[in-house]
Structure formats: C-alpha cells, structure tokens
C-alpha cells in the first residue's frame, strides 16, 4: 500500500474512511467472482494509480473509479507493479 500521506493529497481524511467503505465493497465484489487475496487498500492503490500527474480528482470522479473497477484492470495493475518490483508485489 503505498503511503498514508500520497492517500491524504488527494482526499480528506474523514473521506478516506469512507471510499474504503466502497473500496471494500470491491474487494468482497472481487470475492464472489474467486480472487479471493485483495484488500481493500488494494483497490484503493490501484484506482489512484490512475491519477498520477493529474490534480486532485472530484469525489464523484472517484467514487466512480471505485464501483466501476473491473478485475482486469486491477490485474494489468498488479503485473505491472510486480515487473516494476522485481517480482515483489
């Protein structure tokens, strides 16, 4: 997971608590269809991924980044972070 302070930038802390809420809605969503591994700070780090270089996103934006991740993009996410760490997620 990366740091608590990159998480802070781009929303509220008392908003973070509750885009985990949905985060973890994604993950348990991830449960049923069989990945049964991922966390909700997962989730988390992989939507904000997409917002590197960009100002800070609206809260609908990511709400919607939220509840609309599919899995395959979450996985392209996770190969890619394992090629750039050498294999260490």
């Known amino acids: 997971m990366e740091n608590k302070e ?11 608590q ?3 809420l949905l985060c973890k809605s994604k993950a348990e969503e991830f449960l049923i269809l ?4 991922i966390t909700p700070e997962e989730v988390w780090d992989c939507v904000i991924s997409g917002y590197k270089g960009e100002e800070r996103p609206t809260l609908h934006r990511l709400v919607n980044d939220i509840l609309s991740l599919k899995i395959s993009k979450y996985m392209n996410y996770v190969m890619i972070n394992m090629y750039k760490n050498n294999g260490v997620i």
């Open 6 to 16: 990159n998480m802070m930038s781009f929303i509220e802390v008392e908003k973070y």
């Open 34 to 37: 069989g990945y049964d591994n």
């Open 18 to 20: 509750e885009m985990l």
